[in-house]
């Protein structure tokens, strides 16, 4: 598994080298979704939002943000979980209309809770990755979709989203 994640990385950054244009810049932004849990004992999934910041030269850039998962057991007894994440970045744009990306970090995550027949607490650091595609909405504005997986002890971790960012 870390290998393949390896290799979307390696494949991502070898095509630097085919940027036609080397375009800077910086955003903010912020995403709401629908996130999934599942581990070995327990299954389950509930509304999430992450903030981030970042900046991009060409086609490499870098991201920093939070993630929070939500209550994923529907109510207060579920795990909760959120992530602090530090990731690479590279995209390609397609022409004027939209930009795609995949993104591969570290995420300090942390899920706790109670599942059925056990207390979880998985608390670790962890590679995740992730893809999603941004739409040029304004000079400074841009809407964004994105889908991240997150690897955290025994637990997966899934969050597909959609966002704004501010681009400056």
Known sequence: MRIRTIAAAVLLTSLAGTAAAAEMGGYLGA???RASFDNDDFDGS???YKIMAGGYAGIIGGEIGYVNFGNLGGDSDGPDADAWT???TAGIPLGEIARIYGKVGYAFAEVDGQSV???IDDDKD???YGA???FPIAQNFALKAE???YEVGNSDLDM???GLEFRF
């Open 31 to 33: 995403s709401y979704g």
């Open 46 to 48: 509930d509304d999430g």
């Open 86 to 88: 530090l990731a690479v």
């Open 117 to 119: 027949s056990e207390e």
């Open 126 to 128: 962890n590679l995740f």
């Open 132 to 134: 999603g595609v941004t």
């Open 147 to 149: 889908y991240e997986r």
């Open 160 to 162: 597909a989203s959609a």
